[in-house]
């Protein structure tokens, strides 16, 4: 029998697989506080319906992965207080978050979430990990595609200076 074969539960996670999975816990809990207020600022009933899915994702990563570190004796980061509900119409318009602005944050934050799983997916010698987040990068793959499709249906999509190739005789 090789190092570190077995059960992939009974076996020691390395320093990389620990912080990895505090990180994201820490992550989950600060998006579960930052998708809060988006809920109370979103005006659009779609991007409620996404930003909510998103909500019940991030409090699932932090479970699992708080579950994790205290079975391995390592204390999970702390949570933030909940945000209580906030009607729409009180935030001012000054100071409310737009729903293009929420949808732009949402999109570039699930992006960046599936590039820390495949970190990792990539680094994790423990099978049972590296399949966690296997299933979270999927799940975030699923909401990118719908945050892209809700950003393009609301007209609420930037995108960066668009280049189309010119033939010869256009450039003469």
């Not at 391995?72 to 980061?77: C, D, M, N």
């Not at 119409?89 to 409310?96: H, L, N, S, T």
């Not at 799983?117 to 423990?126: E, L, V, W, Y």
């Amino acid at each position: 029998m090789g190092i570190l074969s077995g059960n992939p539960k009974d076996q020691p996670m390395h320093y990389g697989e620990v912080i990895g999975i505090w990180e994201t816990s820490m992550m989950a809990k600060g998006t579960i506080s930052c998708y809060q207020a988006y809920l109370n600022h979103a005006g659009d009933k779609d991007l409620k319906e996404v930003l909510k899915d998103l909500l019940d994702q991030a409090k699932l990563e932090s479970k699992e992965c708080d579950a994790l570190l205290t079975e391995h004796g390592v204390l999970p980061a702390p949570g933030f207080p909940e945000r209580p509900a906030v009607s729409w119409e009180d935030i001012p318009p000054g100071a409310r978050f737009s729903d293009p602005e929420i949808g732009a944050k949402i999109a570039a934050d699930s992006a960046l979430g599936l590039a820390a799983c495949s970190k990792m997916m990539g680094m994790s010698f423990r099978e049972d990990i590296g399949a966690l987040f296997a299933k979270y990068h999927t799940t975030k793959a699923a909401f990118g595609l719908r945050i892209l499709r809700l950003n393009k249906d609301k007209g609420w999509l930037i995108p960066p200076p668009l280049h189309f190739k010119r033939s010869d005789e256009d450039q003469g």
